[in-house]
C-alpha cells in the first residue's frame, strides 16, 4: 500500500470528490475493470477511538482511523463501492446519550450517520443490536416511516444519505419489508476495453441485506406483534433472482451473520455458509461475530468448516470479508470484472479478498482523522460531561481481568443490584413467588475480544456514570425467570462451556479459555446462598458438581427465580429453557439503570459486601502440564486481591502480539 499525504485522506477531500456520472455506456464485450467492494461492520458507535468508560483516547478503535484506511483504498483503487455491515448505532455511551439521556430532533442526524455521510458510504444492511432502542427510534434515525403497529412517526426524519437495506424482516401490520430489501447501486467504472485502451462504463451493483431472525427473542418487547423475520436463505431465494431481473450486474449480499454448518434452519443466527451457496452471490460482506476474515491463522470454528478458505477469503467459493468490530478493520474485496457485451460478470478465481488492519506492522495505529471529530465534537463532548455525572463510591476495584477464573470483583455488584430489584419487586406484585429463592446471573461483558485494553476496569475512589456502563456494558432490560433446580444446572453447564476440555494427563500448555465462547455467555451468580463446582476435565454438560442452596444439595424440581436480562430470558445464546416462557418479571427498566439506583443508595461499595463472594470454584485436579490464559499484563495483583493464589503470570508477552500476557492457572489449589 503506498504512502499517502495527509491531504489525499482527509474526510473534507472526500467529500469534494466529484459526482459520479451514470450516464456511460454499457461495457463492451471483453472489457475487464476492477471493483473494490469495502466494508465496515460492527461499528457499535465507535465514532472516534476513545474509551468512554475509561475517560481516555483509545488508539486501536474508530471510524475515524477506518476513514484513513478508506481514502487509502480509494485512491489505491480507482473503483470503489463502500458498505457498512449493521450494529452501527448501538454500542457505547455516545450511542446511549444520542438515543436515551438526549434524544435527537426529527431533524437532526444521528452522529455515526453524519460521518458515514460525510464518507460518502454507498450503502449499508442493519444488524440486529440496530432494534436495541425500539422500532420508534430506528424509524426516526434512519429516515424511515414503518408501518407498524404503536409505532406513529408523523413524518420522515433526518436519516443517512445512503440506501440502508433488509430483506428478512417484515411488518405484521402490512406483510411488506421493513426496509428496502435490496438496491441497485450504479457506479461509473474506469474499465480497459479487450484491446487494452481505457473506457468507462456503468456497473450496477446490487445489494441485499440480512439479520440474524434472533432479533425477534433479543428484543421481543420491542418486536413481539410489531414484526417477524423469515429465514437468510428463504430471502435471499425470493429477492436475488428479481434483482438479476431488475439489471443488477453484481449482487453484494450484506448478511450481519457469521458462519454455522449445522442443519438450516429459517431461525439460523449465523446463516452465512448458507448464503453463499444461494445462485447469484457474488460477493458476502459479513459481521456480528466481531471475527476476522479472512485470517488464515484463525483457530474460529466457523472458519475451519468446509467449503470455507480462511487464508483466500472464500466460502463456497464466493469472495467474503468480516471487517473485526470497532473500525478495526477495513474489508476489501477487490473484484474482477469482465463484460460479456451485456452485462459485467465477476472471474473468482482472481478476485483477491483481504482485512486491512489500523494497526501498523510495528504496533502503531494509522493516525486518526481528524476531519472525523470536527463533525462529531458537541455530541463527543457533551457525551463525556453526562458519563462524569457521580453516583456514588468504592473502596475497591473491579475488574474483569480474572473474571475466567473466578475473581467476582465487577460482576457481584450487579448481581446484588438485580437481586435487591427482584426481591422488592416479588414483595410488592408477586406474593406467589415470595418463598422461592432469588438468584441473579451476570457475565463478565469485557474480556479482551477487542484487545488487551478490553476489560472492565473501575477504579477504587468516586463511581460516576461512565463506571457503571463499564459494569453493565449492553441497555438490557432486567427479567427475571422461574426455573427449576434441572434447569438452573443447565444454565451452569451451559455458561461452563466458556472452558475447553482439560486433559489432566497431557503434558504440554492446554489453553483454558475457549474463545468460541463469548465471556458475556459465561453467566454466574455471586452469591453465598449458591454453590458449586465447575470441572473442567469433563467434557461441555457434564462439568456441575457439587450444586447446592444454602449447603444443601439442589433437587431437579426444587424451584427458583433468577434475575437475568431480556436478551437471555427471551433466548439469546441458546441456553436450555430460556425462550421467553419462564420469564415471571419482564421490568420497563434497564440493568444499567437498576445497577446506577442502587449505587446511589448503597452510597459506598465495599470489597466485603460488593466484590469477594464466588458462587463456583474449579474442580481440583493435578495436571500434568500448564493450563494457560490469556490476560493484560502486569494485573497479577488484582488476582491476590480477589483471593487467586492459584493464579500466576508466566510470561509478560505471550507472544502473540495482540499486547496480552500469559498466566498459568493450577487446578490442584
Not at 456441575?544 to 427465580?561: D, H, S, T, Y
Request: proline share 6%; with cysteine; charged share 20%.
Amino acid at each position: 500500500m503506498r504512502h499517502l499525504k495527509p491531504c489525499q485522506i482527509g474526510i473534507a477531500v472526500l467529500a469534494t470528490l466529484p459526482a459520479l456520472a451514470l450516464a456511460a455506456p454499457a461495457a463492451p464485450k471483453g472489457a475487464s475493470a476492477t471493483l473494490a467492494v469495502l466494508e465496515t461492520t460492527d461499528l457499535h458507535s465507535n465514532v472516534v477511538g476513545y474509551d468512554y468508560f475509561k475517560l481516555a483516547a483509545e488508539p486501536s478503535i474508530g471510524l475515524d482511523r477506518t476513514a484513513r484506511l478508506i481514502a487509502q483504498a480509494r485512491a489505491e483503487f480507482p473503483n470503489t463501492v463502500l458498505f457498512d455491515n449493521g450494529d452501527t448505532i448501538q454500542g457505547n455511551a455516545l450511542a446511549d446519550w444520542q438515543a436515551l439521556v438526549k434524544p435527537l430532533g426529527c431533524e437532526q442526524t444521528l452522529g455515526i450517520y453524519k460521518v458515514m455521510n460525510a464518507l460518502k458510504y454507498d450503502g449499508a444492511s442493519i444488524g440486529n443490536h440496530e432494534f436495541n432502542y425500539g422500532l420508534a427510534y430506528l424509524s426516526q434515525v434512519t429516515g424511515n416511516r414503518f408501518k407498524v403497529a404503536g409505532v406513529a412517526q408523523p413524518k420522515r426524519c433526518a436519516g443517512p444519505a445512503f440506501p440502508q437495506v433488509l430483506a428478512n424482516v417484515y411488518s405484521v401490520k402490512t406483510k411488506q419489508p421493513l426496509f428496502a430489501p435490496y438496491r441497485i447501486v450504479e457506479k461509473k467504472l474506469s474499465a480497459q476495453d479487450a484491446n487494452g485502451k481505457p473506457i468507462t462504463a456503468t456497473v450496477k451493483v446490487g445489494i441485499i441485506g440480512f439479520t440474524p431472525p434472533t432479533i425477534m427473542s433479543w428484543d421481543k418487547r420491542w418486536l413481539e406483534g410489531k414484526v417477524y423475520t423469515t429465514g437468510v436463505r428463504e430471502a435471499a431465494l425470493k429477492y436475488i433472482p428479481e434483482m438479476r431481473k431488475k439489471g443488477a450486474d453484481i449482487v453484494v449480499a450484506i448478511a450481519h451473520g457469521g458462519l454455522d454448518a449445522n442443519p438450516y434452519t429459517p431461525q439460523m443466527e449465523n446463516a452465512g455458509w448458507y448464503l453463499a451457496q444461494v445462485p447469484g452471490v457474488d460477493a458476502m460482506l459479513l459481521g456480528h461475530s466481531h471475527q476476522l476474515f479472512p485470517n488464515a491463522a484463525s483457530t474460529a470454528p466457523q472458519f475451519n468448516l468446509p467449503g470455507v478458505d480462511k487464508a483466500r477469503g472464500l466460502v463456497h467459493g464466493v469472495p467474503t470479508v468480516m471487517a473485526n468490530l470497532w473500525g478495526k478493520h477495513l474489508g476489501v474485496i477487490a473484484l474482477q470484472l469482465r463484460a460479456d457485451g451485456k452485462r459485467w460478470t465477476v472471474e473468482k478465481d482472481k478476485t483477491v479478498v483481504e482485512a486491512r488492519a489500523a494497526q501498523n506492522a510495528d504496533k502503531s495505529f494509522v493516525a486518526a482523522d481528524p476531519a472525523v471529530m470536527d463533525l462529531i465534537r458537541a455530541e463527543h463532548e457533551a457525551t463525556i460531561a453526562y458519563v462524569k455525572t457521580p453516583v456514588g463510591s468504592t473502596d475497591f476495584r473491579m475488574t474483569t481481568y480474572f473474571a475466567d477464573v473466578g475473581d467476582p470483583s465487577a460482576l457481584q455488584v450487579v448481581n446484588a443490584a438485580q437481586t435487591d430489584y427482584v426481591k422488592k419487586y416479588i414483595a410488592a406484585n408477586l406474593p406467589q413467588y415470595a418463598k422461592l429463592p432469588v438468584l441473579s446471573m451476570s457475565a463478565p461483558f469485557k474480556s479482551g475480544l477487542a484487545g488487551a485494553f478490553d476489560f472492565t476496569d473501575v477504579p477504587a475512589g468516586n463511581l460516576a456514570l461512565n463506571n457503571a456502563a463499564d459494569l453493565y456494558l449492553y441497555p438490557n432490560a432486567l427479567y427475571a425467570v422461574k426455573i427449576d433446580g434441572a434447569g438452573l444446572k443447565a444454565w451452569l453447564e451451559t455458561s461452563a462451556r466458556r472452558f475447553n476440555t482439560i486433559d489432566p494427563n497431557k503434558t504440554g500448555p492446554q489453553e483454558l479459555v475457549n474463545a468460541s465462547v463469548p465471556s458475556y455467555n459465561f453467566d454466574t451468580p455471586t452469591s453465598s446462598e449458591i454453590s458449586y463446582e465447575i470441572d473442567v476435565t469433563q467434557p461441555p454438560g457434564s462439568r456441575i458438581r457439587k450444586l447446592a442452596l444454602r449447603g444443601v444439595p439442589v433437587e431437579p424440581n426444587q424451584e427458583f427465580i433468577v434475575a437475568t436480562n431480556n436478551y437471555r430470558a427471551s433466548g439469546g445464546g441458546n441456553f436450555p429453557g430460556l425462550d421467553g416462557s419462564k420469564t415471571v418479571v419482564a421490568s420497563p427498566d434497564t440493568s444499567r439503570d437498576v445497577l446506577i439506583a442502587y449505587i446511589r443508595d448503597v452510597k459506598k461499595l465495599s470489597r466485603a459486601a460488593h466484590g469477594s463472594t464466588r458462587s463456583w470454584r474449579f474442580a481440583q485436579v493435578k495436571s500434568a502440564g500448564p493450563v494457560v490464559f490469556h490476560s493484560a499484563p502486569g494485573m497479577i495483583g488484582l488476582a491476590r486481591e480477589a483471593g487467586l493464589e492459584n493464579v500466576r503470570e508466566a510470561k509478560a508477552d505471550d507472544g502473540l502480539g495482540k499486547g496480552f500476557a500469559l498466566y498459568e492457572l493450577d487446578l490442584s489449589k
